[in-house]
């Protein structure tokens, strides 16, 4: 690990990226499929700017959290079907 990444982990899969990057590109990076919906939809990000919630996920346990607009940050854990 450099001083320009940070390393977090997503559905128990632990990762480093560059420091900076938000926790759906994160996401999107582990290869992660997002969390399901109430009626059982795959869903992912949408707008990128916290507008549409759909990126939506468990982050150092508070859920329902706008993935696109946290930075990701070393040691963070994220559930993306929680
Ligand atoms: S992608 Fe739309 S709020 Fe995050």
Do not use: H, W, Y
């Not at 990057?21 to 990076?29: L, N, R, Y």
């Not at 992912?44 to 468990?58: H, S």
């Amino acid at each position: 690990m450099s001083a320009s990444t940070v390393r977090i982990t997503i559905d128990g899969r632990k990762l480093a990226v560059m420091s900076g990057t938000s926790v759906a590109a994160a996401i999107a990076q582990a290869g992660a499929p997002g969390r399901l919906s109430c009626s059982g939809q795959r869903r992912a990000p949408v707008c990128g700017m916290g507008v549409c919630f759909e990126c939506r996920a468990n982050v150092d346990g508070c859920p329902q959290q706008r993935t696109c607009q946290l930075p990701a940050a070393e040691g963070m854990v994220v559930l993306t079907d929680d």
